[in-house]
């Protein structure tokens, strides 16, 4: 296991569309957390489960934003109908009992 | 609330020097996580070191160590002979039992050679 994966790395997409972004925790965490980071701040909580369950949602999280985890394995975040407010690095991480967290390597959009 | 401090956005040492790096944090739980976080440029997030605030010990890792003041809140980040691969972003985060991370703003370390 390689670690926490994330696609794609970048994405430019227009304003309007739709955007999905995929994350791959390690195997054996069952905990996957979802964050946003935009430039010059740190990263703030967005969603996370735990398996299959989503457990806390940000009121960050509008209704535009929608994230599933089905059979607790990947994880995917969707933005639908992208506005220039949501450019910013979206992070992945897992996380098992010992509350260690992995972080990816973020998917950077940019909405032009 | 909970809420992490940074009051330093940016600091700088010379290699091999030995650099603190400040965070105060906000919370009425008895029983929490304290995390260092490093960001390099353009690359992941990583765990730089962790501490349970039941344990009175520092935590140390190597060249890093920290300095945790239950009472007063405070949880800086030492770091000692600094290298050059030390550059980057570094966040202080916050953890009630095993849930989210709540993170700081960050500091912006240089090291100069």
């Known amino acids: 296991d390689t670690g926490v994966s994330q696609n794609p790395r970048h994405k430019i997409t227009k304003r309007g569309q739709n955007v999905t972004f995929r994350c791959d925790p390690i195997?054996?965490?069952?905990?996957l957390y979802w964050y946003r980071q935009t430039l010059g701040q740190g990263p703030e909580f967005l969603t996370y489960?735990?398996?299959?369950?989503?457990?806390?949602k940000s009121r960050l999280l509008s209704d535009r934003f929608s994230a599933e985890r089905p059979k607790g394995s990947f994880s995917t975040l969707e933005i639908q109908r992208t506005e220039q407010g949501d450019s910013a690095m979206y992070l992945c991480?897992?996380?098992?009992?010992?509350?260690?967290?992995?972080f990816g390597s973020g998917t950077r959009l940019t909405v032009v | 609330a909970q809420t992490v401090t940074q009051s330093q956005p940016e600091m700088s040492v010379q290699e091999a020097e030995t650099v603190t790096l400040s965070c105060t944090y906000d919370t009425s739980e008895n029983n929490y996580y304290l995390f260092w976080y490093k960001q390099p440029p353009s690359r992941q997030m990583i765990l730089v070191i962790r501490q349970e605030a039941y344990k009175q010990q520092n935590a140390t890792e190597n060249r890093f160590s920290v300095n945790f003041q239950k009472a007063a809140k405070s949880f800086s980040l030492k770091i000692s002979d600094s290298q050059l691969g030390d550059t980057a972003m570094y966040f202080c985060?916050?953890?009630?039992?095993?849930?989210?991370?709540?993170f700081g703003t960050g500091t912006r370390l240089q090291v100069f050679p």
């Open positions: 489960f735990q398996n299959e369950a989503q457990l806390e």
């Open positions: 985060a916050f953890m009630i039992n095993t849930d989210k991370l709540i």
């Open positions: 991480a897992s996380s098992h009992r010992d509350y260690g967290y992995t």
């Open positions: 195997s054996e965490h069952n905990r």
